[in-house]
């Protein structure tokens, strides 16, 4: 009885453990920063494999924030674009939509700009 225990046990855990998805992982894939009055700044990176794309705006002091992004993906033997806008008012973050639904690997530049004096900082990571 307690062979059999243990067998059904090790199946079991061998059919979870094949279930479970991969660990998804958030990177930076590229940053900067400006301080000035209306400070305007581009970040841009590359990444391969992502899931998700989003871009962070940070101003010191806090404020509204316009911007808007480039990216361009490849998939196989095809390449794709997409480009956007966003705003708020400061910390806010906001996904970016990928012109494929997973592609082999991404290329963005984001472009943050401030409304008033400070330092501001556009932050881009990706779920891969």
Sequence with gaps: MVKRTVVVLLALGILVGTALPAQARIIRIGHARARGDYATVVADGTVNNPRRIWVTIKARPNQYADGNYSMVCSRGSGAGSKDGNY??????????????????????????????????????????
């Design 87 to 128: 705003s708020g008012t400061t910390p806010y973050r906001r996904a970016l939509r990928m012109p494929y639904r997973r592609p082999d690997n991404c290329s963005v530049a984001a472009l943050g700009s401030l409304s008033h004096s400070g330092t501001i900082i556009v932050i881009l990571t990706a779920r891969v």
